[in-house]
């Protein structure tokens, strides 16, 4: 029997405002990571690591958004020690 979705409400939100950050870089709203930082009042370095959350496997995206992510799926080691290679972000992240 399938485990019922359990939303993880702060990844969920960080994976949102990463895209919109990402989206506001995108479209010219702010120049760099350091302008978008200071319009949020936020640290530059914080700001980047949320950032990395818009590289991973849309697999894993899909999965965040419908709560089916793993229990061992956390925000914290995402943003610290994301790697770019999905097939290895996949492994680091157990099955779903």
């Known amino acids: 029997m399938p485990?019922?979705?359990?939303?993880?409400n702060t990844l969920l939100r960080a994976v949102v405002?990463?895209?919109?950050?990402?989206?506001q870089l995108e479209s010219g709203q702010f120049?760099?990571?350091?302008?978008?930082?200071?319009?949020?009042t936020l640290d530059?370095?914080?700001?980047?690591?949320?950032?990395?959350?818009?590289l991973l496997a849309p697999d894993l995206i899909e999965v965040?958004?419908?709560g089916k992510q793993p229990r061992t799926?956390?925000?914290q080691p995402l943003m610290r020690g994301l790697t770019v290679d999905w097939?290895?972000?996949?492994c680091s992240n157990v099955r779903y």
């Open 64 to 66: 965040i958004l419908d």
């Open 17 to 23: 405002q990463a895209f919109r950050w990402k989206q």
């Open 73 to 75: 799926m956390e925000l």
């Open 3 to 8: 485990s019922r979705p359990r939303i993880d």
């Open 31 to 40: 120049a760099t990571i350091s302008e978008l930082a200071e319009g949020e």
């Open 44 to 54: 530059r370095s914080f700001v980047s690591h949320m950032l990395r959350l818009t």
């Open 87 to 90: 097939k290895r972000q996949r």
